[in-house]
């Protein structure tokens, strides 16, 4: 076992004991993985750029290199995808990340680098008015943010401690109407969430495919797991 799946199976217990509240269930969601990255796998980078990356759930669902050069490098002695403030990867299927009402848990393993303004990781914001969907934003200015969105409504969060250089997880969790954001199992923000929302394709490295809001760091490991749509 990697020391980033390691990482995720200790952070889904502390979920339980970080954030578990009498009201809802004690980790918030255990099945339905539908999307999940590994820089250790599946990856096509001749010379070391980053041209397709494919996920490993049953999903299936790959991305491709559509702006700049991600790069694949080690972080801690882990594969990791380098994306340097101009880089995009994006897939195609607009209907995987549609949740509806549906609960979901996204775990990141990233490197944040210097980046000014918003840094989004990723996201399946729509490419129009309102922008629905989701999004993680990671800059190393003290401020780390998770965004559940419908109609413009998003929590984020803003701890005032430093993200440090090595890899970090994050974890976003959307539950019965609630809304909670962790950083290395240490609970972040809390918020309300839209019963419905409407997502689009995924993208990594910024907040929708045709986004500019581009992120500056290596991603190791992203893990997104839905439930309650029948997946």
């Known amino acids: 076992m990697?020391?980033?799946?390691?990482?995720?199976?200790?952070?889904?217990a502390m979920v339980?004991?970080?954030?578990?509240a009498p009201q809802v269930s004690a980790v918030p969601v255990t099945t339905g993985r539908i999307f999940h990255l590994d820089a250790g796998m599946n990856l096509t980078a001749p010379g070391g750029?980053?041209?397709?990356?494919g996920d490993q759930?049953?999903?299936g669902e790959t991305v491709t290199t559509n702006s700049g050069t991600?790069?694949?490098?080690?972080?801690?002695?882990?594969?990791?995808?380098?994306?340097?403030?101009?880089?995009?990867?994006?897939?195609?299927?607009?209907?995987?990340?549609?949740?509806?009402?549906?609960d979901v848990t996204w775990f990141l393993v990233t490197r944040v680098d210097d980046n000014a303004g918003n840094s989004r990781?990723?996201?399946?914001l729509q490419n129009s008015s309102p922008f629905d969907g989701f999004a993680a934003d990671v800059t190393p200015d003290e401020r780390d943010g998770a965004f559940f969105r419908q109609n413009s409504y998003q929590i984020t969060s803003?701890?005032?401690?430093?993200?440090g250089a090595g890899l970090l997880v994050f974890t976003g969790v959307r539950e019965s109407g609630a809304t909670r954001l962790l950083r290395d199992g240490t609970l972040a923000a809390t918020g309300a969430s839209n019963a419905n929302f409407a997502g689009d394709a995924i993208s990594i490295g910024t907040?929708?495919?045709?986004?500019?809001?581009?992120?500056?760091?290596?991603?190791?490991?992203?893990?997104?797991?839905?439930?309650?749509?029948?997946?």
């Open 121 to 124: 990781a990723f996201g399946t």
């Open 49 to 53: 750029n980053v041209a397709s990356w």
């Open 207 to 231: 907040e929708r495919t045709g986004g500019s809001e581009f992120f500056a760091g290596a991603i190791s490991d992203f893990n997104e797991i839905a439930d309650g749509r029948g997946r």
């Open 2 to 12: 990697t020391v980033r799946h390691q990482l995720l199976s200790i952070l889904t």
């Open 158 to 163: 803003d701890p005032n401690t430093a993200l």
């Open 57 to 59: 759930s049953a999903t």
């Open 70 to 102: 991600p790069t694949l490098i080690s972080v801690n002695g882990q594969p990791s995808v380098l994306f340097d403030n101009s880089d995009r990867m994006i897939g195609t299927n607009t209907s995987v990340f549609d949740l509806g009402a549906g």
């Open 16 to 20: 339980a004991l970080v954030v578990g």
